[in-house]
């Protein structure tokens, strides 16, 4: 059964640190992972993902993909509170498209 | 630009009712896709259109039915409402299909309560 699976669950660090939140699946005919970002409110897009290797950025955030091992990593430096929220990770298959849990990080000050 | 609007933002039926739910995309995309949300189940896709047509579906009851119109306005459809039918309706509209699109954008999305 295709399955996406995100760590940790959730993740309570201070400003300034580095966190990486990874999300890993088994898809059948996988095309795209993608990440959001969710607060309190509607996701916001951040990054989709369709090559191995090749890293986007945007900002202090940043994500990679590796189709052999089957996942993927978002990492946020210099944490600030304004990071506070919940991350999605989606992957999409030629049809269907498949939410993880998510991971609830906390910035405290 | 505006950005993309859903209406009505909360709604109330009871069990067996059906409902009508709109999404209006950024102006210019022609991509609308919807999602469900709920505690239990966290986010679930639904179906997405591109062009007037219906190009990937979610693992849904055929209750779940949707439709574009020319103008790229979306809207959704749910039958015989349930209980668990109960959540947050979203759509993120695109430029392109979300296969090529390399952004989407979220509306405030529908909280649809069945009593």
């Known amino acids: 059964e295709d399955k996406v699976v995100q760590s940790p669950l959730s993740l309570v660090v201070h400003e300034g640190d580095t966190v990486t939140l990874n999300c890993s699946y088994e898809?059948?005919?996988?095309?795209?992972l993608l990440w959001y970002k969710q607060e309190k409110k509607a996701p916001t897009f951040l990054f989709m993902l369709?090559?191995?290797?090749i890293e986007k950025k945007s900002g202090r955030l940043s994500s990679i993909l590796d189709k052999k091992e089957l996942f993927s990593i978002l990492n946020i430096t210099a944490t600030q509170t304004g990071d506070s929220a919940i991350y999605l990770c989606?992957?999409?298959?030629?049809?269907?498209?498949?939410f993880g849990a998510g991971t609830r990080l906390t910035v405290k000050p | 630009k505006a950005g993309v609007t859903q209406t009505p933002r909360y709604l109330i039926k009871t069990r067996g009712q059906q409902v009508t739910l709109s999404c209006s995309p950024i102006?210019?995309?022609?991509?609308v896709s919807w999602y469900q949300q709920t505690p239990g189940q966290g986010l679930q896709f639904l179906f997405e259109?591109?062009?007037?047509?219906?190009?990937n579906k979610g693992n849904f009851p055929g209750r779940f039915s949707g439709r574009q119109f020319s103008n790229s306005r979306s809207e959704m459809n749910v039958s015989t409402l349930e209980l668990g039918d109960s959540a947050l309706y979203l759509c993120?509209?695109?430029?392109?299909?979300?296969?090529?699109?390399?952004?989407?954008?979220f509306g405030p999305g529908t909280r649809l309560t069945v009593l």
């Open positions: 369709t090559s191995s290797g």
């Open positions: 898809v059948t005919n996988f095309r795209s």
């Open positions: 259109y591109f062009s007037e047509t219906q190009r």
């Open positions: 993120a509209s695109s430029l392109r299909q979300n296969l090529q699109s390399n952004e989407q954008f």
């Open positions: 102006s210019g995309h022609r991509s």
């Open positions: 989606a992957v999409r298959d030629n049809n269907d498209m498949r």
